[in-house]
């Protein structure tokens, strides 16, 4: 097929086979930076915007659910602009949006203002995942494809847990200090984020400025990826769970300090920061939907194990129970995590990318969107319907993960397979 494509004059190019040195080392120091910010904003969310605006939780906490709602409808737009002027460049505007919106929160004097600004933030939020992998796709191809995913997830996990301790370190200033800081900070790292991403040279033979036949109906139409989106949906209430849910089920449920319950979750963050590019080498030797169905059968293990502690364990002997299924957690984290992420990537087609990862992007999103709701519910349902309901959710994403192995082709499901010549 004759390429069409039309290349910029402004950017420097390369060819699209493994991504160059510079390349990978600005993609991954953007990466780093964008997790910071994420590491100082996430765990702050509330406190740093009632610091900033004066508003009352409820309505603070009613906007974001308002923005972050309203947010989704975005994806789609987001899916098409990736398609069309490729990763790139739409991470540079996405994150570009996060820093004015981070800037802007502390003249945020209204309530009207605040959701204005809480919807640019949570826009750009949403939409960096698909552009920064779209991103990873346009620079490379295969075992080089993968391993800068992984080092991806890595940093993010490390930038994470180091900007929730500069988070912390914030919260000591008096006043409202320390929010303006932390609000000055985000948009400082976000910026900076954009500009490394803006140095990365433009890539020859990616999807820019390509005609894209199909749009959301091939999407739509595409049965085996949107098995992978709903396996994802399924299994990213784990992940969720661990911020948002095992916490208060540690601590109340099984009487463990806060502080431990906190360190445990602390080890865990180091552990998948340092051991995941490891992982991913290891992970894989095996075709990536079975790896990744072992790692959210782990998944279910760690979470009906959790539900026998509250029965099993009580007092010291509690720790010791709760490190053991903590490390098996992390370990069906380490399993699935890289394959089901090259899933996503690599069973998108290169001129419909954008469309394909907003789609799966959505998984994430809308779990992430209704996760309080049902976790807070089967808290308050009883000690052991949180770990088991998991498990059920987590079990049915691995079985999913299974049957879309049958109609997925050879070079998405195997690593080292090429693409079949058309």
């Known amino acids: 097929m004759e390429d069409t494509r039309v290349h910029e004059a402004a950017a420097p190019t390369v060819h699209r086979t493994d991504a160059p040195s510079p390349a990978r080392r600005r993609l991954i120091a953007s990466s780093l930076a964008t997790s910071l910010g994420d590491g100082i904003y996430v765990p702050l969310t509330m406190l740093f915007i009632h610091g900033l605006t004066g508003l009352s939780l409820t309505s603070i906490g009613t906007g974001l659910t308002i923005a972050g709602l309203s947010a989704l409808a975005f994806m789609p737009a987001a899916g098409i602009l990736i398609d069309r002027f490729g990763g790139r460049r739409v991470l540079i505007g996405v994150l570009a949006l996060r820093a004015i919106g981070f800037a802007a929160y502390p003249f945020a004097d209204s309530y009207p203002a605040f959701l204005t600004i809480a919807l640019v933030v949570a826009v750009g939020m949403w939409a960096s995942s698909p552009s920064q992998q779209s991103l990873i796709g346009d620079l490379a191809q295969g075992a080089e494809r993968d391993r800068l995913l992984a080092w991806d997830r890595s940093l993010r996990n490390a930038g994470m847990g180091c900007g929730s301790l500069a988070a912390a370190g914030m919260l000591a200033w008096n006043g409202t200090t320390g929010f303006i800081v932390a609000a000055e900070v985000l948009a400082a790292v976000f910026a900076v984020a954009a500009v490394l991403v803006a140095r990365i040279p433009q890539v020859r033979g990616t999807t820019e400025h390509r005609e894209t036949h199909g749009g959301y109906r091939q999407v739509l139409a595409d049965r085996p990826y949107l098995l992978l989106t709903t396996a994802n949906f399924l299994i990213a209430f784990g992940y969720t769970a661990q911020a948002m849910a095992l916490p208060v089920f540690l601590t109340r449920d099984v009487a463990l300090p806060d502080a431990l319950a906190g360190a445990v979750f602390a080890v865990n963050t180091v552990l998948v920061a340092a051991l995941g590019v490891p992982a991913a080498r290891l992970t894989a030797r095996g075709r990536r939907t079975r ?100 498990a059920a959710l987590v079990l049915t994403g691995a079985a999913i993960l299974l049957c879309a192995e049958r109609s997925l082709p050879a070079h998405t499901n195997i690593p080292g397979a090429r693409t079949s010549p058309i």
């Open 291 to 390: 790896t990744a169905a072992l790692g959210a059968l782990t998944f279910a293990l760690s979470f009906a194990a959790f539900a026998a502690l509250p029965r099993l364990v009580h007092g010291a002997d509690a720790l010791v129970a709760v490190l053991a299924v903590a490390a098996l957690y992390t370990a069906g984290e380490l399993v699935h995590s890289a394959p089901a992420q090259s899933l996503s990537v690599q069973a998108a087609p290169d001129h419909l990318r954008g469309r394909y990862l907003s789609v799966h992007q959505l998984s994430w999103s809308v779990c992430r969107t209704v996760a309080p709701m049902l976790l807070g519910f089967l808290l308050d349902t009883g000690p052991w319907h949180l770990g088991a309901v998991l």
